[in-house]
């Protein structure tokens, strides 16, 4: 079986380029439910990549690892709404009693600046967290991570 798994194996080559060319007819013959539930299990194919290279490989327990992924995913979920609600506020925030969009809200209306914000924001609140627990010297940040 250990044969079968190699990465230079032939069988395996093929079979990753079945893969890929599944993934890049995807777009073409799926419908749009089924494209959009494809891009939500790579999403989460990625967190649970990133989840088994920091403990598997890394050894290092991460409680908070989703809280990370999900800044992210907060930083684009911004600029969607604001996409989807045109010149006006979005409603939530209409039903909040707000009457204008907050200053922190409006570098997200630009698609290049949410996603270097979203990044920015998935790879500096690490640092933060990392920043805590090694001032304090306290275990407790696991939960945090």
């Given amino acids: ?14 079979i ?3 893969v890929l060319i599944m993934m890049c007819l995807a777009p073409l013959i799926s ?6 539930l494809l891009a939500k299990f790579l999403a989460l194919a990625i967190l649970a990549i990133g989840l088994d290279l920091i403990w598997g490989y890394g050894g290092v327990l991460s409680l908070g690892h989703g809280v990370f992924f999900g800044l992210g995913g907060y930083a684009m979920a911004m600029y969607l709404k604001l996409q989807a609600s045109g010149a006006t506020i979005p409603d939530f925030m209409g039903w909040s009693g ?6 922190f809200w409006e570098p997200f209306r630009s698609f290049p600046v949410a996603l270097l914000l979203g990044i920015a924001f998935r790879h500096c609140s690490p640092l933060l967290w990392g920043g805590l627990r090694s001032v304090t010297g306290s275990p407790v940040f696991i939960l945090l991570s």
């Fill in 1 to 14: 079986m250990s044969a079968l798994l190699k990465t230079g194996s032939l069988k395996m080559r093929i």
């Fill in 98 to 103: 707000l009457s204008g969009l907050p200053w």
């Fill in 16 to 18: 990753w380029a079945v």
């Fill in 31 to 36: 419908t749009e439910f089924r494209l959009s």
